[in-house]
């Protein structure tokens, strides 16, 4: 399995924007489908954002469709998630997840899980 770890969360004010990162270990980043999935207090972790392993592909949750990109380099094994417009409702603790294979909106589908990184938005 690949390791993860997820950084560049922290406060922020609505309008403003934050790049996350989650850089994975291994040789093998490139045969992942990449993910970016959010969790809420009391709330259920959801789908947020996924990348093909050849960067080709992107999908996103509505609610964040025109403000969210993710992207990757697989030279770096790092995949990311450019935020901007962020609004309160975007606060959560952020997840970086590896699917090997085909891309998948489930948590169920994803099998490697980095710590999570905090974003908050005030109003």
């Known amino acids: 399995q690949v390791q993860l770890v997820a950084s560049g969360g922290r406060w922020v004010q609505a309008g403003g924007s934050l790049r996350l990162s989650c850089a994975a270990s291994?040789?093998?980043?490139?045969?992942?489908?990449m993910g970016w999935f959010r969790q809420a207090p009391g709330k259920e972790r959801e789908f947020v954002a996924t990348?093909?392993?050849?960067?080709?592909?992107?999908n996103y949750i509505d609610s964040v469709k025109g403000r969210f990109t993710i992207s990757r380099d697989n030279a770096k094994n790092t995949v990311y998630l450019q935020m901007d417009s962020l609004k309160p409702e975007d606060t959560a603790v952020y997840y970086c997840?590896?699917?090997?294979?085909?891309?998948?909106?489930?948590?169920?589908?994803?099998?490697?899980w980095g710590q999570g990184t905090q974003v908050t938005v005030s109003s």
């Open positions: 997840g590896a699917r090997s294979g085909p891309c998948g909106r489930s948590t169920a589908d994803f099998g490697s």
């Open positions: 291994g040789r093998t980043f490139s045969t992942y489908c």
């Open positions: 990348i093909s392993r050849s960067g080709g592909m992107q």
